[in-house]
């Protein structure tokens, strides 16, 4: 990957949403160019919004969920990647805890990219994440959802 001084800091909001079963909600993503991964929900921020903002944007455009409370922001990671759209960049994302009751989707705000890329969704045990067969974003998620929701994991 290039240089991270060369790259554009994209900044990004994810939210780690969590059922009330204490299962964790990951997209599906299909690119043309590398295999499949399993990420969160959230995506880039609009230049004027807040992380947080970004993040109750993402999250209801995705999923339909607009919670009342987005939570905490629980984490922070900055790698670099290339993007869906074959950018290459210096990520500066942050993740936010959201706990919901419904585990129903609607993916009916999906913008066209969304809709080629996020082809499906899936409620995960944690435990399923740690043998799970396809890469997932972040890479340390069950740290993440194990610190932020004191849950020991196996």
């Known amino acids: 990957m290039t240089h991270a001084s060369h790259l554009r ?6 939210s780690v949403v969590l059922s009330e079963a204490g299962r964790i909600l990951l997209f599906r993503f299909e690119l043309t160019d590398r ?3 399993c990420v969160t929900t959230g995506g880039e921020c609009e230049p004027e919004e807040s992380f947080s903002e970004g993040a109750r944007r993402e999250l209801f ?4 969920l607009s919670p009342q409370n987005m939570g905490d922001e629980i984490a922070r990671t900055t790698p670099q990647f290339v993007t869906v759209e074959g950018e290459p960049v210096q990520a500066d994302e942050r993740y936010f805890l959201v706990r919901t009751g419904d585990e129903t989707i609607s993916t009916a705000h999906h913008t066209e990219l969304e809709k080629r890329v996020m082809t499906s969704h899936r409620w995960f045990d944690l435990r399923e994440l740690m043998d799970w067969p396809e890469d997932i974003f972040p890479t340390n998620l069950n740290e993440i959802v194990a610190s932020a929701s004191d849950r020991s994991l196996p």
């Not at 800091?9 to 994810?14: H, I, K, N, T």
């Not at 455009?61 to 339909?64: A, R, S, V, Y």
Request: glycine fraction near 8%; hydrophobic fraction near 30%.
């Open 9 to 14: 800091v994209r900044r990004a909001a994810r």
């Open 35 to 37: 295999p499949p991964l």
């Open 61 to 64: 455009e995705e999923t339909g």
